[in-house]
């Protein structure tokens, strides 16, 4: 396909049977149906959300009641078309929850979980519209039929959807694997809820000033902030969502650091209103037992045989093999802090709430460099437009205008629209537009990420609307918002998303942008990241703010120097998490522990069996506030980012064999990867870009595990 020419077809009046006063009842008739967030207000999403489910309900009936032959118009496009009203409304709601929750809007989400498994189950046991898929897919196998690569493509993950949704089970199973369904939607919905209200009470109160030791000022301004939003004195240490919290690599007080780690680790497990274990007990043992309804010996092999991976075995040889030299690298780090720590405290113990304290200590003196001296040069606006945006610029040929004519969901939603600069056009003739939400607030939830409130797409003629979210801490007003060194990495990964979604040229809704196996979403942001690294955007955007001074050359050669430093504890904590995923999701449905108590002691078994128990290093996410796998969509598939790693390193290297940052490879891997979305196999997309599969050594060498 060529470059994205559709134009968004005009809305045509309401869709949907709900008074035309709510804001969802019709297409938005904003620039790319951006949802009209001036009229949406909370008591609209739930009539919304069932009547959107009502009109696919309808439109599936009559396909599947359909008394013509079934053809790709009249069965895959038309079950396309039926999802357009419902994911106008999702989009918008599940962005907004996740974004800026309301308890009312965590409400809904919890009443119309259960609704929506059971509308999805409603479709895809539906025996009627497999048949329809099955007869088209023999047709074909057959030779009477010849169908485009994509819809070939589309028609094979369809029947899969049905098989593995339970299409061919009986009546009674079916009834089992819908109450599973629903059950497990509200488990979820919950774990969320509850993380977000515990990582919130979690937050750690300092009243004495004394005790921010080595916290920067604006850091401080922003803890004061956080107080006075709570109508509390004193400073506020929110809670991030990993194991690891920023604030630990600057406090200098070794208890309140203490105070930090045992808030953050101990989430979800005081035995109190938020606590998750029992949660996650429940969830665990469902899906155990729905893998096994479905013909599967654990939820692990479940969800790998929809991946890239296929196999269980798969996953775990790979993480097998990472882990020992991981661990010994950590081990290796751990000494050099435990003799930094001993200056301090003689005879004392490397604890986890030391960790990044004493690795900025240590990556100071080696490399004379720290993230106190390089905040200064990393102002947000700065990085997002002379480093994110001007990276993409160069590779891809787009511009960016922001629309502050368009609002989004929250006052801090800014809204950008995007325009290939070979032939910009007028505002609304662009891309698509980005929204870019930066700032923590007690409303959103922890981590970072992208969604999209529209799916690109030529059938119905739609351009991407796609949202990035991320949790800095917000400077008080008038003041810049300095990041650290990490949150620059985050902003060009996330944004490696916002790119996938942007960039996608496909045909069918289903198929657009990041629609691709879980251990290949995260493969083309981690791409992203190599151009913060890239010396000539670097020095476009790590300037001082105030002076407008550049980053001094020899920090950015120390910068350089140090990629290596502390990767034993990110390999380590990021691998304890992945391994302790797949032994939740190993387990049968009689393996499951019966107590909340039983929770932490099967944590510790499977961490020392899995070979990554080591107590300065921590799982980057333990079991109770274990968002992606507990309140998300990676249960049994946190392994994908190593997974895709493997692709990342060795498209990194193939941009190093071919120049860097040029036009024209970014082009290519425009057109031979971003564009594709899921319009096939994702791999089959790798292999185009590459010209084989992947090669593992890349990854190896960037984590310093090749020796």
């Known amino acids: 396909m060529g470059p994205m020419t559709s134009q968004p077809v005009a809305p045509t009046g309401a869709d949907l049977d709900l008074d035309p006063a709510n804001p969802f009842a019709a297409p938005s008739t904003l620039p790319y149906e951006l949802p009209d967030y001036t009229a949406v207000r909370e008591e609209h999403y739930l009539p919304a959300l069932r009547a959107a489910m009502a009109a696919q309900r309808a439109a599936v009936e009559a396909i599947a009641s359909d008394p013509e032959p079934p053809t790709v118009a009249n069965t895959l496009e038309a079950l396309e078309r039926s999802g ?54 023999d047709a074909a196998d057959a030779g009477e039929l010849t169908l485009q690569p994509d819809a070939a493509w589309l028609l094979r993950t369809l029947l899969v959807d049905f098989r593995r949704s339970g299409v061919e089970l009986d009546a009674e199973q079916q009834a089992r694997l819908r109450d599973l369904n629903a059950r497990l939607t509200s488990l979820e919905a919950a774990f969320g809820r509850k993380l977000l209200a515990g990582a919130n009470a979690a937050s750690v109160l300092v009243t004495d000033r004394a005790e921010l030791e080595g916290l920067s000022d604006d850091a ?49 497990a005081g035995g109190d209103e938020h606590d998750t274990r029992a949660t996650v007990l429940e969830t665990v043992r469902l899906r155990a037992e729905r893998a ?8 692990a092999a479940y969800v790998a045989e929809d991946a890239t991976a296929k196999t269980t075995e798969a996953v775990n040889a790979m993480l097998s093999r990472l882990a020992p030299a991981a661990v010994a690298n950590a081990r290796r780090e751990a000494a050099d802090l435990q003799t930094a720590l001993r200056a301090d405290v003689p005879d004392a113990d490397l604890r986890a709430s030391d960790w990044s304290f004493y690795a900025e200590r240590v990556r100071k003196d080696r490399f004379a460099l720290d993230d106190a001296l390089l905040r200064p040069y990393l102002e947000l606006e700065k990085v997002v437009h002379d480093g994110v945006f001007r990276a993409a610029t160069l590779l891809y040929g787009i511009s960016f205008t922001e629309r502050t004519d368009l609002v989004g969901y929250h006052p801090d939603v800014r809204v ?50 796609v949202v990035n979210n991320l949790n800095i801490v917000k400077p008080p007003a008038g003041e810049p918002t300095l990041l650290r060194w990490d949150e620059v990495i985050t902003l060009f990964h996330e944004f490696g998303h916002a790119l996938h979604g942007l960039f996608s040229d496909v045909r069918y809704p289903s198929q657009s942008g990041t629609d691709v196996p879980r251990d290949f979403v995260e493969y083309p942001s981690q791409v992203n990241e190599m151009w913060a690294w890239e010396p000539e955007i670097l020095r476009s955007y ?15 050669e120390t910068m350089l120097a140090s990629r290596q430093f502390n990767e034993g504890f990110a390999t380590t904590e990021y691998l304890a998490a992945a391994l302790l995923d797949q032994a939740w999701h190993r387990l049968g449905p009689d393996d499951v522990p019966a107590s909340v108590d039983d929770v932490v002691p099967f944590e ?20 109770t506030y274990y968002n992606h796998v507990f309140g998300g969509g990676y249960a049994a598939g946190y392994y994908s980012y190593i997974w895709s790693e493997v692709l990342d390193a060795d498209t990194v290297e193939w941009y190093r064999e071919n120049g860097g940052l040029r036009r024209e490879n970014g082009e290519r891997f425009r057109r031979a990867l971003l564009a594709r979305g899921g319009s096939q196999d994702p791999l089959t997309s790798f292999r185009e870009l590459r010209g084989r599969d992947a090669d593992i050594a890349p990854l190896l060498a960037r984590r310093g595990l090749d020796a």
Do not use: C
Request: proline residues 6%; glycine residues 10%; without cysteine.
């Open 84 to 137: 357009r009203a419902l994911a106008r409304v999702g989009h918008a709601f599940f962005n907004q929850v996740s974004a800026d929750a309301t308890p009312g809007l965590e409400e809904i989400q919890e009443t119309v979980a259960p609704e929506l498994a059971a509308h999805h189950d409603a479709i895809y046991m539906d025996t009627r519209l497999y048949a329809r898929a099955r007869a088209l897919q």
């Open 220 to 268: 401080v301004a922003g803890a004061a902030a956080a107080a006075a939003a709570r109508g509390q004195e004193g400073w506020l240490l929110e809670m991030q969502l990993p194991t690891q919290q920023g604030v630990l690599a600057s406090l200098a007080r070794r208890d309140v650091r203490e105070r930090v780690q045992q808030a953050s680790e101990g989430r979800g």
């Open 292 to 299: 096994r309804l479905l013909g599967y010996e654990h939820h």
């Open 416 to 465: 950008f629209e995007v325009f290939d600069t070979e032939s910009p056009g007028a505002p609304g003739d662009g891309m698509g537009l980005f929204l870019a939400d930066w700032y923590t607030r007690e409303a959103k939830r922890g981590g970072a990420w992208m969604n999209n409130l529209v799916d690109q797409n030529h059938l119905l003629g739609q351009r991407p609307v």
């Open 542 to 556: 790590a300037v001082h703010h105030e002076t407008g001074e550049p980053m001094p050359s020899a920090w950015v």
């Open 604 to 623: 510790v078994a499977a961490l020392e069996a899995a070979g990554v128990a080591f107590a300065p290093v921590p799982p980057r996410y333990r079991t």
